[in-house]
Nanobody, 129 residues
């Protein structure tokens, strides 16, 4: 079993920055693939970023490339999402997710939520215009 706790959300003006964190506990963090999936009100949960266990591969949705950066600190069992140049349309509850079944391989779609096994409770990010 794994527990994920997101933090760092809040209210920020358009053009501002925010860093959200996801702390994991319960199993060896360093072997996990991790992802971030925001869900805006009335919309489906969507992919924005993923990182493999070694951080050798990082994926981003096209609409956040150049603005968001995913990173991890295995010593702290924490994954981060640094969000810059925020836009009102980035407003959402941001969920982190962890993959435990096996490491990602080239056939896996790291942007698909069914590839992940556990989810956190989310942290609210609100971007005002």
């Amino acid at each position: 079993q794994v527990q994920l706790v997101e933090s760092g959300g809040g209210l920020v003006q358009a053009g501002g920055s925010l860093r959200v964190s996801c702390a994991a506990s319960g199993r060896t963090f360093s072997s996990y693939g991790m992802g971030w999936f925001p869900q805006a009100p009335g919309k489906e949960r969507e992919f924005v970023a993923a990182i493999t266990w070694s951080a050798a591969i990082r994926d981003y949705a096209d609409f956040v490339k150049g603005r968001f950066t995913i990173s991890r600190d295995n010593a702290k069992s924490t994954v981060y999402l640094q969000m810059n140049s925020l836009k009102p349309e980035d407003t959402a509850v941001y969920y982190c997710a962890v993959r435990l079944r096996r490491p990602f391989n080239s056939n896996d779609d790291r942007s698909a939520d069914h590839e992940y096994d556990y989810w956190g409770q989310g942290t609210q990010v609100t971007v005002s215009s």
